[in-house]
């Protein structure tokens, strides 16, 4: 088993900062890939990156890239997303993934309870 906590959401102006740490326990996060995804109010959660098991190759969606990074720490056990330029409309909450190698996002993902994060206009 993985537990996942996220922390680091809040409120911000639009055009600021946040970045979003997920701290994981139980195992070591290092055998997993990460992803992030947001859920607004009144909408399907969203995908919005990940970060592979090797190599910490990233992959974004269009909406979010050269805006956000995600990387990880496996010696603290954290992966993390900076989100810089923010906008209004990623208004969210933000979840943190982990899934074993080559298996997606699904019934094998462990899942963190979200952090709000609100970017004022």
């Known amino acids: 088993q993985v537990q996942l906590v996220e922390s680091g959401g809040g409120l911000v102006q639009a055009g600021g900062s946040l970045r979003l740490s997920c701290a994981a326990s139980g195992r070591t996060l290092s055998g997993y890939a990460v992803g992030w995804f947001r859920q607004a109010p009144g909408k399907e959660r969203e995908f919005v990156g990940s970060?592979?098991?090797?190599?910490?190759?990233?992959y974004y969606i269009d909406s979010v890239k050269g805006r956000f990074t995600i990387s990880r720490d496996d010696a603290k056990n954290t992966a993390y997303l900076q989100m810089n330029s923010l906008k209004p409309e990623d208004t969210a909450v933000y979840f943190c993934a982990a899934s074993p190698p080559n298996t997606g996002w699904g019934l094998d993902s462990y899942w963190g309870q979200g952090t709000q994060v609100t970017v004022s206009s």
């Open positions: 970060i592979s098991w090797i190599a910490s190759h990233t």
